[in-house]
T-cell receptor, first 109, second 114 residues
Framework: GQNIDQPTEMTATEGAIVQINCTYQ??????LFWYQQHAGEAPTFLSY????GLEEKGRFSSFLSRSKGYSYLLLKELQMKDSASYLC??????????FGPGTRLSVLP | GAVVSQHPSRVICKSGTSVKIECRSL??????MFWYRQFPKKSLMLMAT?????????EQGVEKDKFLINHASLTLSTLTVTSAHPEDSSFYIC??????????FGPGTRLTVL
């Protein structure tokens, strides 16, 4: 089966750094994606990791360890607009995506 | 980035009627399209995967006769909720992918069945 875990909720302060973890157990692995979803809107793409290591893109970075089945999304210099759900998704094989339950991040002033 | 559109964005219908939702990839050819359902404060639940020109693959527990999916071209997939009931009220999101590239989501359709 496929299983992806993320913390349900996190809270952080504006200007701070927050790390959202994702662990997965899937029958195969073709890549891991992070998406941001604001309430009532569709998810938007943030990052993609297929090899081990850190991918940096502005204030957002994503890390992957395939041997540990582990990824994290790092958000720096948090802004109020970063309050959203963050979805970790794995492509075990082919075109299929398996989404984690999502982490609701609240950024406080 | 690539754009995926959905229409309508919001629909209210009476119980027993059918509703069709369109999903279009505007600037790329979507070899695969996905349909998701999302309940409030919950993550995306994959309903089905459709490849252009072939029958959709439905996830376990999703009734194929209730949720009809057609992927007639590389830029259009439709989801028809047949004989809708209040429990079908939800946020339906499509996504599209070209080959192994990243997946792009449509803006979603909020369906309310009275």
């Amino acid at each position: 089966g496929q299983n992806i875990d993320q913390p349900t909720e996190m809270t952080a302060t504006e200007g701070a750094i927050v790390q959202i973890n994702c662990t997965y157990q899937t029958s195969g692995f073709n890549g891991l994606f992070w998406y941001q979803q604001h309430a009532g809107e569709a998810p938007t793409f943030l990052s993609y990791n297929v090899l081990d290591g850190l991918e940096e893109k502005g204030r957002f970075s994503s890390f992957l360890s395939r041997s540990k089945g582990y990824s994290y999304l790092l958000l720096k210099e948090l802004q109020m607009k970063d309050s959203a759900s963050y979805l970790c998704a794995v492509t075990p094989y082919g075109q299929n995506f398996v989404f984690g339950p999502g982490t609701r991040l609240s950024v406080l002033p | 980035g690539a754009v995926v559109s959905q229409h309508p964005s919001r629909v209210i219908c009476k119980s027993g009627t059918s509703v069709k939702i369109e999903c279009r990839s505007l600037d790329f050819q979507a070899t695969t399209m996905f349909w998701y359902r999302q309940f409030p404060k919950k993550s995306l639940m994959l309903m089905a995967t459709s490849n252009e020109g072939s029958k959709a693959t439905y996830e376990q527990g999703v009734e194929k006769d209730k949720f009809l999916i057609n992927h007639a071209s590389l830029t259009l997939s439709t989801l028809t909720v047949t004989s809708a009931h209040p429990e079908d009220s939800s946020f339906y999101i499509c996504s599209a992918r070209e080959g192994d590239r990243e997946m792009f989501f449509g803006p979603g359709t909020r369906l309310t069945v009275l």
